[in-house]
């Protein structure tokens, strides 16, 4: 049993017990700090968008399992858990969603948990687990560790405890392997600024007048007059639709600016500042969340930025973990593997779709129908691939060269010089590398011809 054992285990030590539950403080530079929550950081538009367009994107992509032999040829196999994580992981969640809450739990914790329910060894039903409700307590003994995951259910009244490989453990930067730590609490600081700055915004717009001034009075005010001046300010020149007004003073009254303004504050380039800032924390390229930041000559160019370095590294992140958690060892040794279908995320526009298809139908990598296929165009009855005959054919088992124009078949260890052109074209075998060219035959009649150039004549 090892260190699995009930021996073993009292003397183990407890290292760490982890909950997603709760907000992340950090002090905050307008504010005064506070807890970063999931609801609050749902609050900023910048996240908001910036989860949406991670999340949906890879809960859009299929997840396929293949299988590659020996030789390198890779099949997909049809299997119940593709349907599983595609169309119906459970009766009432569909697979789009749970990939999606999947990949937000990723990004904003750093992990994300989804039992597996299984008949034997069948894969029956996924379930995710809210990460809110998720504690985890990791064990060591020496260099080795191991965990449990502890579910908590009304109200924290029930508990389902579970072990890793009951489990579909996402990770992001771990150490254990169990647990890590997402957005929200290695860049609090960053989400409240963005926080501070929406709210501050919407107080300007809220009262108005701004608390850009101060009123002086000539003599000293009793705190009813100090009420009833505020009173009075607030129902005059308070709020957005009475902004602009003549501000009349009485008698005694005096108003003095002070430089709190939103211009000299230099509040838009701030924001502009924390856009940029978020979109690098998501790994984000910035024109996908401000169309003004646009770099990118393409938009082919911009998906394949949003590909490699954001979407890229969390598909290779669930593929690893799908891998780790549904696949036998036996099926791991025959070499299968779940891998995403990221085509659609390199859709271009239609111009560059069909270029590309005539390029690659031109060079022979795909058939007419192929192509056609890509452009989603119905099939011909005869399909061809297009192979000019100015090229040379060469079979790698056989080691030979087929010239389609010339009608030969070469060794290229062994050339032979050309043969004398023939009056007849090359037959269909002549082309095939995988047959040897047909010798020149003479006809009967030909023999016969010649027979009688070789007899004498008599004189």
Same mark, same amino acid.
């Given at each position: 049993?090892?260190?699995?054992?009930?021996?073993?285990?009292?003397?183990?030590?407890?290292?760490?017990?982890?909950?997603?539950?709760?907000?992340?403080? !950090?002090?905050?530079?307008?504010?005064?700090? #506070?807890?970063?929550?999931?609801?609050?950081?749902?609050?900023?538009?910048?996240?908001?968008?910036?989860?949406?367009?991670?999340?949906?994107? !890879?809960?859009?992509?299929?997840?396929?399992?293949?299988? +590659?032999?020996?030789?390198?040829?890779?099949?997909?196999?049809?299997?119940?858990?593709?349907?599983? $994580?595609?169309?119906?992981?459970?009766?009432? %969640?569909?697979?789009?969603?749970?990939?999606?809450? &999947?990949?937000?739990?990723?990004?904003?914790?750093?992990?994300?948990?989804?039992?597996?329910?299984?008949?034997?060894?069948?894969?029956?039903?996924?379930?995710?687990?809210?990460?809110?409700?998720?504690?985890?307590?990791?064990?060591?003994?020496?260099?080795?560790?191991?965990?449990?995951?502890?579910?908590?259910?009304?109200?924290?009244?029930?508990?389902?405890?579970?072990?890793?490989?009951?489990? %579909?453990?996402?990770?992001?930067?771990?150490?254990?392997?169990?647990?890590?730590?997402?957005?929200?609490?290695?860049?609090?600081?960053?989400?409240?600024?963005?926080?501070?700055? !929406? +709210?501050?915004?919407?107080?300007?717009?809220?009262?108005?007048?701004?608390?850009? #001034?101060? $009123?002086?009075?000539?003599?000293?005010?009793?705190?009813?007059?100090?009420?009833?001046?505020?009173?009075?300010?607030?129902?005059?020149?308070?709020?957005?639709?009475?902004?602009?007004?003549?501000?009349? @003073?009485? +008698?005694? $009254?005096?108003?003095?600016?002070?430089?709190?303004?939103?211009? +000299? &504050?230099?509040?838009?380039?701030?924001?502009?500042?924390?856009?940029?800032?978020?979109?690098?924390?998501?790994?984000?390229?910035?024109?996908?969340?401000?169309?003004?930041?646009?770099?990118? /000559?393409?938009?082919?160019?911009?998906?394949?930025?949003?590909?490699?370095?954001?979407?890229?590294?969390?598909?290779?992140?669930?593929?690893? /973990?799908?891998?780790?958690?549904?696949? @036998?060892?036996?099926?791991?040794?025959?070499?299968?593997?779940?891998?995403?279908?990221?085509?659609?995320?390199?859709?271009?526009?239609?111009?560059?779709?069909?270029?590309?298809?005539?390029?690659?139908?031109?060079?022979?990598?795909?058939? @007419?129908?192929? #192509?056609?296929?890509?452009?989603? &165009?119905?099939? !011909?009855?005869?399909?061809?691939?297009?192979?000019?005959?100015?090229?040379?054919?060469?079979?790698?088992?056989?080691?030979k060269m087929t010239i389609p124009n010339m009608g030969e078949t070469i060794d290229p260890n062994n050339p032979q010089p050309s043969a004398q052109k023939q009056n007849h074209s090359p037959t269909p075998s002549n082309l095939d590398p995988n047959k040897p060219p047909i010798e020149n035959e003479q006809t009967s009649e030909d023999k016969d011809d010649s027979k009688i150039k070789d007899e004498p004549v008599d004189q």
């Amino acid at each position: 049993m090892g260190i699995f054992s009930r021996k073993n285990k009292q003397k183990e030590d407890r290292s760490m017990q982890y909950s997603y539950g709760g907000g992340y403080s !950090i002090t905050s530079y307008f504010g005064d700090g #506070g807890p970063i929550t999931e609801e609050e950081a749902m609050r900023i538009p910048t996240v908001v968008s910036a989860l949406e367009l991670i999340t949906s994107s !890879i809960a859009s992509l299929p997840i396929y399992l293949y299988k +590659e032999d020996r030789k390198g040829a890779v099949i997909k196999i049809p299997d119940n858990r593709v349907s599983l $994580l595609n169309d119906e992981p459970n009766d009432l %969640i569909n697979g789009y969603n749970m990939k999606k809450r &999947m990949v937000k739990d990723y990004l904003l914790y750093g992990a994300s948990y989804i039992k597996i329910e299984k008949i034997r060894n069948e894969v029956t039903n996924f379930y995710p687990l809210p990460i809110k409700y998720i504690s985890v307590t990791t064990y060591s003994q020496g260099y080795k560790k191991w965990a449990t995951i502890n579910y908590f259910y009304n109200n924290k009244t029930g508990t389902y405890e579970f072990t890793p490989d009951e489990l %579909i453990i996402l990770t992001r930067d771990s150490e254990d392997g169990v647990t890590s730590s997402g957005i929200l609490q290695n860049n609090s600081k960053l989400l409240r600024l963005a926080l501070d700055e !929406i +709210e501050y915004s919407n107080g300007i717009l809220k009262n108005g007048a701004l608390p850009i #001034g101060v $009123l002086k009075a000539t003599s000293r005010l009793s705190q009813k007059a100090i009420d009833n001046l505020r009173s009075s300010w607030e129902n005059l020149y308070s709020g957005p639709k009475k902004a602009g007004k003549t501000i009349i @003073l009485e +008698e005694g $009254l005096d108003y003095n600016p002070i430089s709190m303004k939103p211009s +000299e &504050m230099d509040l838009t380039n701030s924001k502009k500042n924390t856009v940029s800032e978020i979109a690098r924390v998501f790994n984000i390229p910035e024109s996908m969340l401000n169309s003004s930041a646009n770099k990118y /000559a393409s938009n082919e160019q911009n998906n394949l930025y949003f590909l490699q370095y954001c979407v890229g590294p969390i598909i290779s992140a669930i593929e690893s /973990a799908l891998n780790k958690s549904l696949l @036998l060892e036996t099926e791991k040794e025959q070499g299968y593997y779940f891998r995403f279908d990221v085509s659609e995320l390199l859709r271009t526009t239609e111009k560059e779709k069909i270029d590309a298809t005539v390029s690659a139908v031109k060079g022979g990598l795909i058939s @007419l129908n192929e #192509g056609r296929s890509r452009i989603d &165009m119905p099939e !011909i009855k005869d399909d061809f691939f297009m192979w000019g005959l100015g090229q040379i054919f060469y079979n790698p088992k056989t080691g030979k060269m087929t010239i389609p124009n010339m009608g030969e078949t070469i060794d290229p260890n062994n050339p032979q010089p050309s043969a004398q052109k023939q009056n007849h074209s090359p037959t269909p075998s002549n082309l095939d590398p995988n047959k040897p060219p047909i010798e020149n035959e003479q006809t009967s009649e030909d023999k016969d011809d010649s027979k009688i150039k070789d007899e004498p004549v008599d004189q």
